[in-house]
């Protein structure tokens, strides 16, 4: 299932979160942990087929205007952590610049870029 999301603005860092959930959810990703009070969830997906193995999005907003995007091969939901570092991809996005979005359960692109004057 692909989606877009054509560019929208967002003016806090738990709107932009919501909002890249929201959009990787219906692209056919599954909340894996939900730590709402924590301010991060982690989603996971085995891609379009569903055969490969899991990969696990952390995405936080605990800074003030910043979201934080990590990827891991390994999430245990039962203890909210990775024995495994990051997958050499961590984003951040701010909350003052307008968010495209677009991609499947095999792939997911965030883009942002600065609002219009």
């Known amino acids: 299932m692909y989606k877009v999301l054509a560019g929208k603005s ?6 932009t979160a919501a909002e890249i959930i929201a959009q990787m959810v219906s692209m056919g990703w599954s909340v894996f942990d939900d730590q709402s009070a924590s301010y991060y969830k982690v989603l996971i997906s085995n891609g379009g087929t569903g055969l490969l193995p899991p990969l ?9 205007t910043v979201v934080t995007i990590d990827i ?3 999430w245990n939901a039962t203890t ?3 024995n495994l ?9 701010t909350t003052s610049k307008i968010l ?3 991609g499947n359960k095999n792939f997911v692109v965030c883009v942002q870029e600065n609002k219009y004057q």
């Open 85 to 93: 570092s990051p997958i050499n991809v961590t984003s951040s996005f």
């Open 72 to 74: 891991y091969s390994h």
């Open 100 to 102: 495209w979005m677009w």
């Open 56 to 64: 696990y999005t952390k995405i936080g907003w605990s800074g003030s």
């Open 10 to 15: 967002l003016t806090t860092n738990a709107l």
């Open 80 to 82: 909210h952590t990775s």
